[in-house]
Every structure is written in C-alpha cells, then in structure tokens.
C-alpha cells in the first residue's frame, strides 16, 4: 500500500513582506517552522522546496512519477494546495502555459510534454489515444472551461468508471502542442479576480482531466489511466485580502469547500481503520470531484505552498497540517479497465447478468412495497451505487435497472396472460362436461332456485 506524495514548496518572499523568515531547512524532507510567537515545529514531508527551487525539481519529485503511472494505466491526481497568494498557480501553470521562459514552465505544461514523450516511446507497445477535459468549481457549479454554455456539470458515479461529469467536453488531442493550445483557450475563461493579496488570484478550483487509452494489437487489451491536476483557489482572510461583495462572496465559496476538504482529510485518517466512517465527499463539488483520488483509487501528490513571512504563520501552519494529515491517507491505486476486447464483452455481460437477476428476484418478493427506498437498498447491497443519498446515482442505476425489470415483468405479464386464457379454456371443456354428465339430473331433482343458482356458477 503506496502513501500520498506530500511536499512543502515555500515561495520567494514578495515585495510587501517583511524579511523574516519563518522556515529553516535542516535535510531534504525536514524543516523547522518558527511561527509569530517564535514556537518552533519540525515538518518533515517528503520533499522541501525553497525560494531558489526551480520548477524542473518539483516536476521531476512530484510529478514526473505519476504522469508515467498515468500513461500505464494508473489513474494519478496533483493537487496544488495553500493560501491565497502561496504559488499554487505558479507551480501548476508557470507564468503562462504557451511561449513560456523554460526554466519557469509550470506542472501542467510539464506533465502535458512528457505524457507525449513517454507515449511516443511506448508506441511500439500500443496505440494511445487522449482526450482532454477542462472544468472549474466556480461558486459551487462546475463549469465547462472547454464550452461556457455548460455551466452546471452534473457530478455522477459509475462502479466500473468512478467518477464522471456528465457531458463534460471532452476534446482528443494527438499531441503536446495542440493540447496546450486547448488548455490556454480553456484557462481564458477561468475565473481570475484582484485582491490586496494576489493581483491575479484565482476565484475558483480548476481541474485538468486527461484520459489516456492505449490499444494493444499484441494481447487486444485496453487500458485507460486518467490523469487530474487540480490548482486549487486559495484559503483566505477578508481582513487581508480586502474582499467586499463579490469578491467576498466568492471567498466564502472557496473557504468553505476548502473546509469541507479538510473535513474529508481528517474523516479519511481518524477513526478505526477495521470501522468504515462516514466521509463527508458530498458536502461540496470539489470533494465530490476528488472522491476517486481522496478514496485511495488514484496515486496521489500534493504540494503544500506557503508564504515564507512570519506575517502569514497561522495560514502557513494550517497548510502544513493539512498536509501532515493528507500524508496519512492511505491509498491503493489500481490499474483501470484492464481486460481484453473479447473477454470485456463476456465478462461484463455474465456480471451484469447475474446482478440483474439478483435484482429482478429482490424486486419481485418485495413488488407490494415496492419504492424507491427499496431500489435504493438493492442498488447498494449490488455494488451499483455506493450511497444512498444521491438522486443522481438511483436515477442513473435507476435508468440501468428499470428498463432490464420493465422488460422481465412484461414478459411475466404475457407469461400470465397465456395461462390465464389456457385456464379458460380448460374451465370450459370442464363446465360442458359437468353439464352434460349431471345436470339433466340434478335438474330434475332439485328446486329450480338450486338448479339456477348452480348453472349461473358455471357461467360466471
Ligand atoms: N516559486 C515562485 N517563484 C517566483 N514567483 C512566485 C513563486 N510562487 C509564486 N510566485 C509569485 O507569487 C504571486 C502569487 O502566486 P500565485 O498566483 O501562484 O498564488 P496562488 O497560490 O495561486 O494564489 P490564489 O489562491 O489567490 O490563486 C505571483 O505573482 C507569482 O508569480
Ligand atoms: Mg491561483
């Protein structure tokens, strides 16, 4: 079981802080913080990096490992975390993603070259297709940065895929150059405001998605890695930041996400590992988005950035214990949808099969009380979703089931309907006989209301 990547990255001290500094390196993982009442804490994640650390060094730590997981298939996340005006966006985009300096190229460009370089060596083993799709938490709506007119994603869950957004834009893209063509359109239309903080500080969470299949003619197996960088907004302090009306709005949004965050962290790495704990992933859109990657499905990194003032210990401190706990998650990532193109269909088929069943056979002993509650209790108990709040997930697995049990019942109707006219038939050749064999004397022996009473009861 493989732990979550967390490394601490402290930014050059900006124009308006003051130089003290609040970190001192002792190796490459550990460092003492000193906060504003000089009390110190020792950290020690898995890699420090400094004012002078380039881009290239995180890149190869943090990123570079999960990106080639990602190109075999092993669903990888990077999340860039800290308080607002920390760096995150730096260490994510760099200064811009096209034309940049090279030495100050951010994660993504980074990341978006060597899943090129690293699919064109393995080229020989398999054929690659990726597809790119860009959204932001803006507010809590997931937006389409890929197509405006997709404001409100809808998050759903599917057992064999994870996580989805549904009709989300998802653009192929063959190489390096045109995907950072598409991320820069895409970033355009993030949502970027001005606080006494950050002149350019993003107002929202922004996921990069990519999905890579590759084909393999050798073996005919597919396998789909998804890759997500995510540069989250920034926690923050309206007394710092100055923010008043939509600016402040937006930063209730953001801190309250970015709570219910750490409420997922802290859910995630408490309690009894043997007791299975309620986490919190549907308190907003962003642990929702992150339910695959936070839950262990997905290897893992997060960059902790922080400001290196004494000015800005407490959000500093905050961000080094989030990261403290994120290092306690643990995760199990897997390899996705690895089978091959003749056994999937079987295999997938025979599954789907007996759970539809299984479903069929619960739904029928129970048709009387038949209710969404029920269908909701079958679902679980199958796998097919994994928790009985989302309207999303029983209308998706609604949808699945509903029409297989539609199909099966009408066939019990028919079923029921050709016994029930073969019974008729059968109640007729009896009622002629039994006619003919004793009424005539019975007829004649009983009181006429008798003999009416017991002819209508044939009839009827
Ligand atoms: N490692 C670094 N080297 C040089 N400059 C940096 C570094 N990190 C951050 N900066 C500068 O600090 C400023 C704030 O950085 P950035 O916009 O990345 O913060 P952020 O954490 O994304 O903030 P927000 O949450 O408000 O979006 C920018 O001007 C950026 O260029
Ligand atoms: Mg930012």
Same mark, same amino acid.
């Given at each position: 079981?493989?732990?979550?990547?967390?490394?601490?990255?402290?930014?050059?001290?900006?124009?308006?802080?003051?130089?003290?500094?609040?970190?001192?390196?002792?190796?490459?993982?550990?460092?003492?913080? *000193?906060?504003?009442? @000089?009390?110190?804490?020792?950290?020690?994640?898995?890699?420090?990096?400094?004012?002078?650390?380039?881009?290239?060094?995180?890149?190869?730590?943090?990123?570079?490992?999960?990106?080639?997981?990602?190109?075999?298939?092993?669903? #990888?996340?990077?999340?860039?975390? #800290?308080?607002?005006?920390?760096?995150?966006?730096?260490?994510?985009?760099?200064?811009?993603?096209?034309?940049?300096?090279?030495?100050?190229?951010?994660?993504?460009?980074?990341?978006?070259?060597?899943?090129?370089?690293?699919?064109?060596?393995?080229?020989?083993?398999?054929?690659?297709? %990726?597809?790119?799709?860009?959204?932001?938490?803006?507010? @809590?709506? %997931?937006?389409?940065?890929?197509?405006?007119? +997709? #404001?409100?994603?809808?998050?759903?869950?599917?057992?064999?895929?994870?996580?989805?957004?549904?009709?989300?834009?998802?653009?192929?893209?063959?190489?390096?150059?045109?995907?950072?063509?598409?991320? !820069?359109?895409?970033?355009?239309?993030?949502?970027?405001?001005?606080?006494?903080?950050?002149?350019?500080?993003?107002?929202?969470?922004?996921?990069?998605?990519?999905?890579?299949?590759?084909?393999?003619?050798?073996?005919?197996?597919?396998?789909? #890695?998804?890759?997500?960088?995510?540069?989250?907004?920034?926690?923050?302090?309206?007394?710092?930041?100055?923010?008043?009306?939509?600016?402040?709005?937006?930063?209730?949004?953001?801190?309250?996400?970015?709570?219910?965050?750490?409420?997922?962290?802290?859910?995630?790495?408490?309690?009894?590992?043997?007791?299975?704990?309620?986490?919190?992933?549907?308190?907003?859109?962003?642990?929702?988005?992150?339910?695959?990657?936070?839950?262990?499905?997905?290897?893992?990194?997060?960059?902790?950035?922080?400001?290196?003032?004494?000015?800005?210990?407490?959000?500093?401190?905050?961000?080094?214990?989030?990261?403290?706990?994120?290092?306690?998650?643990?995760?199990?990532?897997?390899?996705?949808?690895?089978?091959?193109?003749?056994?999937?269909?079987? =295999?997938?088929?025979?599954? +789907?099969?007996?759970?539809?069943?299984?479903?069929?056979? $619960?739904?029928?002993?129970?048709?009387?009380?038949?209710?969404?509650?029920?269908?909701?209790?079958?679902?679980? *108990?199958?796998?097919?979703?994994?928790?009985?709040?989302?309207? @999303?997930?029983?209308?998706?697995?609604?949808?699945?089931?509903? =029409? $297989?049990?539609?199909?099966?019942?009408?066939?019990?109707?028919?079923?029921?309907?050709?016994?029930?006219?073969?019974? @008729?038939?059968?109640?007729?050749?009896?009622?002629?006989?039994?006619?003919?064999?004793?009424?005539?004397?019975?007829?004649?022996?009983?009181?006429?209301?008798? !003999?009416?009473?017991?002819?209508?009861?044939?009839?009827?």
């Amino acid at each position: 079981m493989s732990n979550v990547t967390v490394c601490a990255r402290f930014r050059p001290l900006s124009s308006k802080e003051i130089r003290d500094l609040c970190v001192r390196g002792i190796d490459p993982e550990t460092f003492v913080f *000193q906060d504003d009442k @000089e009390d110190e804490f020792t950290f020690s994640l898995d890699r420090v990096f400094y004012e002078d650390s380039c881009q290239a060094a995180v890149y190869d730590f943090l990123a570079l490992p999960i990106m080639i997981d990602a190109v075999n298939a092993i669903n #990888g996340t990077i999340i860039t975390y #800290g308080q607002t005006g920390a760096g995150k966006t730096y260490s994510m985009e760099g200064p811009g993603l096209q034309d940049c300096d090279e030495h100050k190229k951010g994660l993504l460009p980074r990341v978006v070259d060597g899943m090129f370089d690293q699919i064109s060596s393995s080229k020989d083993i398999a054929s690659f297709t %990726v597809k790119l799709s860009m959204v932001e938490i803006y507010m @809590e709506k %997931v937006r389409d940065l890929l197509d405006l007119s +997709k #404001g409100n994603i809808q998050i759903k869950e599917n057992k064999t895929q994870g996580i989805l957004l549904s009709g989300v834009t998802e653009v192929p893209v063959s190489d390096s150059a045109e995907a950072l063509h598409y991320l !820069s359109t895409g970033l355009a239309n993030r949502a970027v405001g001005e606080t006494q903080m950050n002149i350019s500080s993003s107002r929202s969470h922004c996921a990069y998605l990519f999905t890579i299949q590759q084909d393999s003619d050798k073996d005919k197996r597919t396998k789909t #890695g998804k890759l997500i960088l995510v540069d989250l907004a920034g926690s923050e302090k309206a007394d710092k930041t100055g923010a008043e009306g939509k600016v402040l709005e937006e930063a209730k949004t953001i801190n309250k996400s970015l709570s219910a965050l750490g409420n997922v962290i802290n859910a995630l790495t408490s309690g009894s590992p043997s007791k299975a704990n309620h986490i919190p992933y549907r308190d907003s859109k962003l642990t929702r988005i992150l339910q695959d990657a936070l839950g262990g499905n997905s290897r893992m990194a997060l960059l902790c950035c922080c400001s290196p003032s004494t000015s800005n210990a407490s959000e500093t401190l905050s961000t080094l214990r989030f990261g403290m706990r994120a290092k306690h998650i643990k995760a199990s990532p897997r390899a996705s949808e690895v089978k091959s193109a003749k056994t999937q269909e079987e =295999s997938s088929s025979i599954t +789907k099969d007996e759970k539809c069943g299984r479903i069929l056979e $619960k739904m029928k002993e129970r048709m009387s009380n038949e209710d969404i509650k029920m269908l909701e209790e079958v679902f679980i *108990q199958e796998g097919i979703i994994f928790s009985p709040d989302s309207i @999303e997930e029983v209308e998706t697995a609604y949808e699945d089931v509903a =029409s $297989k049990t539609i199909k099966s019942l009408q066939q019990t109707v028919e079923e029921l309907l050709l016994k029930i006219k073969k019974l @008729e038939t059968d109640n007729k050749g009896i009622q002629e006989q039994a006619l003919r064999n004793y009424v005539p004397d019975l007829v004649g022996k009983m009181p006429r209301f008798i !003999s009416s009473w017991y002819a209508s009861f044939f009839t009827s």
